[in-house]
């Protein structure tokens, strides 16, 4: 069972920048390698939402709200993803989640969500 835990989150002011990081458990590197790995963001009354994601072969996209500020990228070795999130506007608050989807298997794991407030 893949287990994800973010972290990165955090309070920063328009124009800003983070990076978030997804780090993955109770997997193999190849094993991790064949996930497509997302990013999701739920505001407050929103419906959760994908913005980014990287499918095994390296892949990305990315929805149109964030692309050219944000950029996806994975370390096979560290089992980690990234977020990094450039010129951040206030309507990028949200939690945002981690997602690993594995293909074959069919298989989902999530981790526990981190905060991202951007004042204006």
């Known amino acids: 069972q893949v287990q994800l835990v973010e972290s990165g989150g955090g309070l920063v002011q328009a124009g800003g920048s983070l990076r978030l990081s997804c780090t993955a458990s109770?997997?193999?590197?190849?094993?991790?390698?064949?996930?497509?790995m997302g990013w999701y963001r739920q505001a407050p009354g929103k419906q959760r939402e994908l913005i980014a994601a990287?499918?095994?072969?390296?892949?990305?996209n990315y929805a149109d709200s964030v692309k050219g500020r944000l950029t996806i990228s994975r370390d096979i070795f560290k089992k980690t993803v990234y977020l990094q999130m450039d010129s951040l506007k206030p309507e990028d608050t949200a939690v945002y989640y981690c997602?690993?989807?594995?293909?074959?298997?069919?298989?989902?794991?999530w981790g526990q969500g981190t905060q991202v407030t951007v004042s204006s």
């Open positions: 990287i499918t095994s072969d390296g892949s990305t």
């Open positions: 997602n690993a989807h594995h293909p074959r298997l069919g298989t989902d794991a």
């Open positions: 109770g997997t193999s590197f190849s094993s991790f390698s064949a996930n497509a």
